[in-house]
Structure formats: C-alpha cells, structure tokens
C-alpha cells in the first residue's frame, strides 16, 4: 500500500539524476501491440531526469525542451503524462512528497521514439536514487509500461523495455526479451515529419480497424511478425541488403494498417531515391518519424539528410552502436 503523506522512506539532501535512452524500432511497430515480435534498438539521444526537493508544496514538472513546466494535478485525467507520472509516484508510496522533477531531453516528443517511455524510466530511475529505493531494472521496467499504459490507452511494454534496458533486441510482449549484438555499426537517417503523432491515437485506430476486420488485419500482422524475425536474423548477421528490403516491405504494411501520412511517403521517397536500403516510417505513425537504412558509404547517409533538409524537413544522422551502445542507462 502507498505510505501516507511524509511517512515515506527518507529524501537525500542533494538532487538525484537517473538516464535512459530513447529507442528505434526497425521492425514490427502497431503488430507489437497484437503480440506479434518487434525489433529495436536504443538510440544514443538521451533523457536525463533530476529530482529535487520543491521548495513550494506539491511536484513541480519541467521539460524544458518541450516548453512543459507547470504543476503536477495527480487528479488531472486529461494531461496523461501528469497522470502517469502520479501514478508512479503513488505506486511507489511517495504521492505526498514535495519534489522538482526536471526532464532534459535529446529526444523530441511525439515523433515515435519512445520520448514518454525513456522519460518515465528516466524519472523513475532518478527518484530511486533520490530515495535510495534500490529499484531493480525489472521493477523500473513494470513501473514505466504501467506509465506507458497510462499515456498510449494500450502498449506492447517495447518503449519501456528499450528505455531501461538499452540493447537492441527482438521484443513480443510476455515473452523473455532476446538481446541482439551487431556485428557492425548501422548507418541511420532519422527524418522528422514535424508532425506530432500521438501513439495513442494511432493506436486506438488500428484497434477499431482490427475490431471491424479481425481476420484481414491478423494477417497483416503475421506477415509483419514473419519479416520481422527474419530481420532479427538478418541484423545479426549484418545483412544490409535483406533488412532494407525488409524495411521497405514493412512499410508497406504499415500503409495497409493506415498509419502513413503524405509527409512520411515524401520522406520514405527520398530516402530510397537518395540510396537508402530500405525506408519505413518507425514507431506510431501518423507523422512523426522516418528511418532509412543507409549502408556502409558515409555519403548515402549525407544525400539522404541533405535531400530531406532541402524539402523543408529536419533530419539527423545517428549510428545504432550495437554491442558499445549503452547497456544500462542509470548513472
Ligand atoms: C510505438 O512506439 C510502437 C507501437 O507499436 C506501440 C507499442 O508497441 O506499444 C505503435
């Protein structure tokens, strides 16, 4: 049961960080949901979360980056964020303490890469070290999926994984998570649609669209199952060509479910006619973000950025460091 209000374990003096990553899913996204497999990875864009004492009463709650600073309403039902992050706070007995909860992101939100997965495990991770809870990975983990439910209405728990434990691997919900060890480095594109998307939405309309047409949309997702762990193989051995391809297959499913937008095709078509190996939009969809795969030439990676920033959109290069990415991401 949560400690009342001031009973709760002891605060240190001093503000507490805790880290965790963001993270890319090559493969499997809206299936993962249906409990089908998904493949991702951490990216090394971070989300560093400070708690301190609040001089005032109550949680303040600032993301700088994301223009958030303001008051924590725990009865506040329509600011799912708010709401989620009271919910950890009452799960972990501390619903009455005073505290500023600082999040500074690498990360934008809302552009399918797990932004309120890494902040809530971030959080989390920060607020067991401010109260010396000695929280296991595993409990972080339950903790930030009960937060990612919270704010996405249903979720597969691969946000949450990816963020606490930071590896890439080959996800299904329930089902023990598989670590997967890049034999080389991965050549990324991320391209921003600039469109924010809320998973939870994208979500909600690939649940209606399953509900109408159970067996169409099932198929959909054991096609998208079986190409994703043919990935998971491909990755691992450093076959390139066949997860671009793979890619560039999933992304067409991905059209099927509904969750493309005119902005990610633009994307998705300058991508491949600039090299990429494959192409796809990643995460929930709706707008948010592009990944391309861009093989071993540097300048493939470099076309593909400058042909995206000439149609007006922003994008980053980002490499996917397999085995030296970060493993953990608590400080
Ligand atoms: C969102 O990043 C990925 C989805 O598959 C949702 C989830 O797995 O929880 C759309």
Redesign the pocket.
Known sequence: LPAAAGTGPAPRTAPCQGRSFGKV?LLG??A??FGRH?LAAPLSLQVVAQVAQNPAAGVDLAIPAWGVEGHLGFADQQNTLHHALGRVLAELGLAGEDLRIEVFSDLPRAM?L?SSAAVAVAVIRALSNYFSLALSDERVNALAYGA?VEV?GA?????NTLATYGTPMLFRAAAPRQAIVLPKPLQLVLGYSGVESL?AK??AQVATLHRQHPALYDKIFDDIDSLTQQGATALARGDDALLGELMNINHGLLGALQVSSWEVEELVGLARRHGALGAKLT??GGGGTVLALCGEDPQIALDIVAAMQQAGYRAVRTTLEGESAPRKASP
């Open positions: 899913i996204e809206h993962a949901v998904a399918g797990g990612e996405h979720a597969s728990g691969m946000g998973t994208m979500v995460g929930g």
